[in-house]
Structure formats: structure tokens, C-alpha cells
């Protein structure tokens, strides 16, 4: 497929876009500084501002899919300025006529227990706040979002550089947790799940989740 990575460098962006490579996909890399990006043949770089909603319009055109690992963890204002950022994707794949749009989504928004997510307990670190409060105002905006075939994958409360083993579980809207209980995911194998769902859609309009 021809697809656009927004974010290509990040942490969890980079293991999308090695991924993504490596199964012969074709990627535009949305990116701040692509000079960062690896050499490939079937990678292009763009230096596309995120807020820039013509510019990424125009970015995205004549693509199959948008992937957005887009993230404001780096801003001051992290939930505001994530928010503007996801309304600029969410309005340039609707004016560039894409149809498809997968989300790297947070584990702040699955629950833990019926009506309670991960974000509202007392435990949940302050410094991801702002992030984990943003990825669940973009997971409300994709559920009233009706013209665009969108789709959520939120990692395990601990995603983490790991192995790339292509074993774990899948769920819905509550937190994944091992027999140990613990809930975690390698980036790798968070990758190859949200690439199996660029290839396999199995979740359209849905949020799921992926940890072992």
C-alpha cells in the first residue's frame, strides 16, 4: 500500500515505520526533520507541519491510508496542542478524500474497571497526563466522526524497546493484563499489530488494544 506515517520519527512512529518497510509497504514520512529518516527506497520524506491543514492536504492526496503516531508529549501545552493537531489530520484526510485513518492511540482511555479508565486513577503519573487526556479527546472526536473509516489501537499500559515476537493478545475498551499482572507491550510487536490492521481490517470505527 501507499501510505503516510505522520510522526515516522518518534518512538512509537519509528517502529511503524520499520515495520511498515519491511513488509514492501510504500511510506511518506510526515516528519520535522527528515534528514533523521533512514535511506530506503520506498521511503519519501516531508517536512509537513502538522497544524498547516492545506499543506497536509495536499501531502496526503493520492495515498491509501494515513497512520498518525502524531503526539504533543514535546509541548508545554501538551493536551491543547494535540488536540489542535489531530482536528488538522482528522480535516486534511477528510479534504484529501482518503477514507482510511489509523491512530496511535494512548492506555490512559481503557478501562480498568466498569466506567473507570486508566487516566482517572490516582496512580497515573502526572508527567503523561496531558498526553493520555489528549489521545482521549482524539478518541472522542473519532467516535463522532462519521464520514471517515478510522480505527484506534491503544498499547498496554507499559510499552517499552523489546522483541518483535508477533505473539500477543488483542482486546476492546478495557486494559490488558497478564497472568502476572502486569499490562505491557514491545513497540515492535505494537507495530506489527497496527500494520496487520492496516492490511487485515478487522476493526473498522473501533478502538481496540494489543498487550501480551
Known amino acids: 500500500m501507499n501510505i503516510v506515517l505522520i510522526g515516522a520519527t518518534g518512538f512509537i512512529g519509528s517502529a511503524l515505520l520499520s515495520e511498515a518497510l519491511a513488509r514492501g509497504h510504500k511510506v511518506t514520512a510526515i516528519v520535522q526533520h527528515p534528514e533523521k529518516l533512514p535511506a530506503h527506497a520506498s521511503l519519501t520524506g516531508a517536512a509537513v507541519n502538522v497544524l498547516d491543514t492545506g ?114 493478545r488483542l482486546g476492546g475498551d478495557q486494559l490488558l493484563v497478564d497472568s502476572a499482572g502486569k499490562s505491557e507491550i514491545s513497540v515492535q510487536d505494537y507495530a506489527v499489530a497496527l500494520i496487520d490492521e492496516l492490511e487485515q481490517h478487522q ?6 488494544t494489543v498487550g501480551y
Request: glycine fraction near 10%.
Open 55 to 168: 499543506t497536509l492536504t495536499q501531502t496526503l492526496e493520492g495515498h491509501d491510508a494515513v497512520l498518525s503516531a502524531f503526539s504533543g508529549h514535546a509541548q508545554t501545552d501538551v493536551r491543547d496542542y494535540y488536540v489542535a493537531g489531530f482536528k488538522s489530520i482528522l480535516t486534511a484526510t477528510k479534504a484529501s478524500a482518503l477514507q482510511r485513518l489509523l491512530v496511535v492511540g494512548g492506555a490512559g482511555s481503557l478501562e480498568v474497571a466498569p466506567g473507570l479508565q486508566v487516566v482517572d486513577t490516582p496512580e497515573f503519573p502526572e508527567q503523561w497526563k496531558g498526553t493520555a487526556l489528549g489521545a482521549r479527546d482524539a478518541l472522542d472526536l473519532l467516535r463522532s466522526e462519521t464520514s471517515l473509516d478510522w480505527t484506534m489501537l491503544s498499547p498496554s499500559a507499559y510499552i517499552h524497546p523489546g522483541e518483535r515476537t508477533g505473539v500477543f
Open 203 to 208: 476493526h473498522s470505527k473501533q478502538r481496540f
